[in-house]
């Protein structure tokens, strides 16, 4: 007698729920490379943000005490505000930029830190 290959049904059902754990899987890692490209797009967007304000304080020579301001029309959300210090050198300041976006309640920070000569 010739015996009849094939599969059973127990195969069938285990080869079914592994491709479902599979695509399940598969689907989560793409929201969660969707998420983090738009975080970096975020990251990316704030370091130019800060350059280009870093640049401003340069060229207007920094002046001790605190600014507040936004970016514009082009950057609706994204808020700056820094701190100017002296420091013990004579001409050189301390700047801390700080650039706050997102949910007003839960705002995101990054703050960067760098020293320019004064007048």
Do not use: N
Request: glycine share 8%.
């Amino acid at each position: 007698m010739k015996r009849k290959r094939g599969f059973s049904l127990v195969e069938t059902i285990v080869a079914v729920a592994l491709l479902g754990v599979g695509i399940s899987a598969c689907v989560a890692c793409m929201g969660s490379a969707t998420r983090a490209s738009a975080r970096a797009e975020e990251y990316t967007a704030v370091q130019l943000l800060a350059r280009e304000k870093l640049a401003e304080l340069e060229l207007a020579s920094p002046q001790e005490g605190q600014e507040t301001g936004d970016f514009g029309e082009e950057r609706p959300g994204y808020y700056w505000r820094t701190t100017t210090a002296p420091t013990d050198t004579p001409d050189l300041h301390q700047v801390r930029l700080e650039i706050v976006w997102g949910d007003p309640e839960h705002p995101r920070t990054a703050e960067f830190v760098t020293m320019m000569r004064g007048d």
